[in-house]
């Protein structure tokens, strides 16, 4: 039994005990936020101007906020905002089926 503690490579004077972040400190990355609030004004854009690029870009905004989001951030809003993007690009579809133009 004495011969396994002293092959033991864990020293303990390197032990750190674990400290939380606090909230607002640079670990706290304001992403997803944006990039939700983002992709439901594109989605809006794109519902009430027709606007199929603004539709396809709200897709993409709702993807980089879920891709960033964590664990504890609002599932509802954020599946919300998804959905919302999605419905975005489906009607910009149902009412004019011809291909996206470029906007330039």
Not at 15 to 41: C, E, H, V, W
């Amino acid at each position: 039994m004495q011969t396994a503690n002293s092959s033991d490579p864990k020293r303990p004077t390197k032990i750190t005990r674990f400290k939380a972040q606090p909230s607002g400190s640079p670990a706290d990355d304001p992403t997803p936020d944006y990039m939700n609030l983002l992709g439901m004004i594109f989605s809006m854009c794109g519902l009430m101007m027709k606007l199929k690029w603004c539709a396809w870009v709200a897709v993409y905004c709702s993807f980089i906020s879920f891709a960033n989001s964590r664990t504890s951030d609002d599932t509802k809003q954020m599946l919300s905002s998804f959905m919302l993007s999605i419905s975005a690009v489906v009607m910009s579809y149902l009412q004019n089926p011809q291909p996206m133009q470029p906007p330039w």
